[in-house]
């Protein structure tokens, strides 16, 4: 390993974008495990209609660009895990345990045999909408190099192209494995329209990280916060517009604050950022009902901060995605550890065995970048056999730690303790020296707010049906007020009426959780 380039890196910041797979953001790069061979389309790449009963009708991946109607997105791909069953082994599938698919079709009669069902799963989800012709969109693919921010750091820094989300399935338990290893008592959690209706109720990396003398932040663009419903000591620890200037170990932090803890050399030890923003057309988020324009200008505002801060040189910036949204990718994913080492089954609906999961299985790859003066260009996962996922993220961090003993190494389930660390990306392109020849990018565009403050017409107009929806999930969690318990109904007439509920919630969470430690002294 390294040693002169990984001591270097003492502060980490991920920036986790919502819901694309690997193919699409990077398989078209040369070198990669992705759609081409020898820059010719890989013929083994396609997908049946009806993977069950073949016929002349493969649908390949094609080709979009930034702007393009293909990318136009008006609602998103089924990436429930039922759906995402089907992607990977075929309709039918009911299940994994053990690693094993359960009553999934015969290999035979699948073809191709892997990842088989995204085009039967989803084809004409956008049939006949205007601004997205194509009905087989999930096979679509960013041609290189499309994409001017995201494009340009892949080839200036380390891609990753065997790398996983933690399990099949939508944004609540995958978000919560980043968060803390495990998706505790939400489960599966596969209802995409309501969302976690309660916590996850488990240890999470940043009371890890606090017990074990570290700092860390977590920032966001003003829409959906993960701590809402990972547990309710996370959930207090909310930012004070009113506290002091610096404060540290607390969420909620305006994105804002970002950009000046950068310049003034304050970072935490370990920041994440959000990427949702609930201003109409400017949702930074990535997720597939809105464009990558305003997710690649917040990347950018970001990474140059980073890039003329003083933390430059002791930070590693981490670009990733909370699973793939049901777009195609052609590797099949691997087996893992469950978090648990009993290995419990988890099914859906709750309290049945229509559908059954024990956690030994990974979801589909997602595409990461690893940013860092000490790192060459490289593509690390599938050159060297190896393959991470976003809990490898944790256990870099868990092994950063003041007092971390390799023989005994912090963790917080199984699967973290297990995940390879992306620690060896420094044994691989490590630097002997910090390099100059960085990438400098375009300048990004303003984005109203997050890095200009949003208009008066902005916070008027409705939010997008997607930050609805996601609002609505974030929030169905939190403890402390009428509403809590139960799915959010009321209508939000405007950007700002859904911000003045979201408070709301928030600041009644605080209350109930304060109200109850009191009593308990």
Same mark, same amino acid.
């Given at each position: 390993?390294? *040693?002169?380039?990984?001591?270097?890196?003492?502060?980490?910041?991920?920036?986790?974008?919502?819901?694309?797979?690997?193919?699409?953001?990077?398989?078209?790069?040369?070198?990669?495990?992705?759609?081409?061979?020898?820059?010719? @389309?890989? @013929?083994?790449?396609?997908?049946?209609?009806?993977?069950?009963?073949?016929?002349?009708?493969?649908?390949?991946?094609?080709? %979009?660009? /930034?702007?393009?109607?293909?990318?136009?997105?008006?609602?998103?791909?089924?990436?429930?895990?039922?759906?995402? #069953?089907?992607? %990977?082994?075929?309709?039918?599938?009911?299940?994994?345990?053990?690693?094993?698919?359960?009553?999934? /079709?015969?290999?035979?009669?699948?073809?191709?045999?892997?990842?088989?069902?995204?085009?039967?799963?989803?084809?004409?989800?956008?049939?006949?909408?205007?601004?997205?012709?194509?009905?087989?969109?999930?096979?679509?693919?960013?041609?290189? =190099?499309?994409?001017?921010?995201?494009?340009?750091?892949?080839?200036?820094?380390?891609?990753?192209?065997?790398?996983?989300?933690?399990?099949?399935?939508?944004?609540?338990?995958?978000?919560?494995?980043?968060?803390?290893?495990? !998706?505790?008592? %939400?489960?599966?959690?596969?209802?995409? *329209?309501?969302?976690?209706?309660?916590?996850?109720?488990?240890?999470? %990396?940043?009371?890890?990280?606090? *017990?074990?003398?570290?700092?860390?932040?977590?920032?966001?663009?003003?829409?959906?916060?993960?701590?809402?419903? #990972?547990?309710?000591?996370?959930?207090?620890?909310?930012?004070?517009?009113?506290?002091?200037?610096?404060?540290?170990?607390?969420?909620?932090?305006?994105?804002?604050?970002?950009?000046?803890?950068?310049?003034?050399?304050?970072?935490?030890?370990?920041? $994440?950022?959000?990427?949702?923003?609930?201003?109409?057309?400017?949702?930074?988020?990535?997720?597939?009902?809105?464009?990558?324009? =305003?997710?690649?200008? #917040?990347?950018?505002?970001?990474? +140059?901060?980073?890039?003329?801060?003083?933390?430059? #040189?002791?930070?590693?910036?981490?670009?990733?995605?909370?699973?793939?949204?049901?777009?195609?990718? +052609?590797?099949?994913?691997?087996?893992? $550890?469950?978090?648990?080492?009993?290995?419990?089954?988890?099914?859906? /609906?709750?309290?049945?065995?229509?559908?059954?999961?024990?956690?030994?299985?990974?979801?589909?790859?997602?595409?990461?970048?690893?940013?860092?003066?000490?790192?060459?260009?490289?593509?690390?996962?599938?050159?060297?056999?190896?393959? $991470?996922?976003?809990?490898?993220?944790?256990?870099?961090?868990?092994?950063?730690? /003041?007092?971390?003993?390799?023989?005994?190494?912090?963790?917080?389930?199984?699967?973290?303790?297990?995940?390879?660390?992306?620690?060896?990306?420094? +044994?691989? $392109?490590?630097?002997?020296?910090?390099?100059?020849?960085?990438?400098?990018?375009?300048?990004?565009?303003?984005?109203?707010?997050?890095?200009?403050?949003? !208009?008066?017409?902005?916070?008027?107009?409705?939010?997008?049906?997607?930050?609805?929806?996601?609002?609505?999930?974030?929030?169905?969690?939190?403890?402390?007020?009428?509403?809590?318990?139960?799915?959010?109904?009321? =209508?939000?007439?405007?950007?700002?009426?859904?911000?003045?509920?979201?408070?709301?919630?928030?600041?009644?969470?605080?209350?109930?959780?304060?109200?109850?430690?009191?009593?308990?002294?």
């Amino acid at each position: 390993m390294s *040693k002169p380039a990984l001591d270097n890196i003492t502060n980490v910041i991920v920036i986790m974008f919502e819901n694309r797979s690997f193919d699409h953001l990077l398989g078209a790069m040369p070198g990669v495990n992705g759609l081409f061979v020898n820059q010719s @389309p890989n @013929p083994g790449i396609y997908n049946y209609v009806n993977p069950l009963s073949p016929q002349n009708n493969a649908q390949t991946p094609f080709g %979009i660009t /930034p702007g393009s109607s293909e990318q136009t997105y008006t609602t998103d791909y089924d990436h429930e895990f039922t759906a995402m #069953l089907v992607d %990977i082994y075929g309709p039918g599938t009911t299940g994994v345990l053990s690693g094993s698919p359960q009553n999934n /079709p015969a290999p035979s009669t699948l073809s191709p045999q892997t990842n088989s069902g995204f085009v039967a799963q989803n084809q004409g989800s956008f049939s006949g909408q205007p601004n997205y012709p194509n009905q087989y969109s999930v096979m679509s693919y960013f041609e290189w =190099p499309s994409m001017p921010v995201f494009h340009t750091l892949a080839q200036s820094y380390v891609v990753c192209d065997n790398w996983f989300c933690d399990m099949p399935g939508h944004t609540a338990p995958n978000r919560a494995f980043m968060h803390c290893a495990t !998706t505790g008592d %939400i489960g599966i959690c596969d209802d995409d *329209k309501v969302g976690p209706t309660n916590m996850v109720n488990s240890l999470t %990396i940043f009371e890890q990280i606090q *017990k074990n003398g570290a700092t860390w932040k977590m920032y966001w663009p003003g829409s959906n916060c993960d701590t809402n419903w #990972l547990n309710e000591q996370v959930v207090s620890q909310r930012y004070d517009p009113d506290g002091p200037e610096n404060q540290t170990n607390v969420t909620e932090v305006p994105i804002a604050n970002l950009f000046t803890d950068l310049q003034n050399g304050n970072l935490p030890f370990y920041s $994440f950022i959000m990427c949702w923003n609930d201003i109409w057309g400017e949702d930074t988020s990535m997720h597939p009902s809105s464009l990558v324009e =305003p997710g690649e200008a #917040l990347l950018a505002k970001i990474y +140059h901060a980073w890039l003329e801060s003083p933390h430059c #040189l002791n930070t590693l910036l981490v670009v990733t995605f909370d699973e793939n949204g049901g777009i195609y990718d +052609h590797v099949v994913p691997p087996g893992s $550890f469950a978090p648990d080492s009993q290995n419990p089954v988890s099914y859906w /609906p709750p309290d049945t065995d229509t559908y059954c999961y024990d956690f030994t299985t990974l979801g589909v790859r997602v595409p990461v970048l690893l940013i860092s003066p000490w790192l060459s260009p490289g593509i690390l996962g599938s050159p060297q056999g190896v393959q $991470f996922q976003n809990t490898s993220i944790l256990r870099f961090l868990q092994d950063m730690l /003041p007092g971390a003993d390799p023989r005994h190494p912090y963790h917080l389930t199984q699967r973290d303790l297990n995940a390879p660390s992306i620690a060896s990306a420094f +044994h691989y $392109f490590g630097a002997n020296a910090a390099r100059t020849d960085v990438a400098k990018l375009k300048p990004a565009r303003p984005i109203p707010g997050v890095t200009v403050a949003p !208009t008066e017409a902005q916070l008027a107009a409705k939010p997008s049906p997607l930050i609805d929806k996601m609002s609505r999930q974030y929030l169905a969690a939190l403890p402390g007020h009428a509403d809590s318990g139960k799915p959010v109904t009321r =209508p939000f007439a405007s950007v700002s009426d859904m911000r003045a509920y979201a408070k709301e919630r928030s600041d009644a969470a605080q209350a109930y959780i304060a109200a109850k430690r009191m009593a308990q002294r």
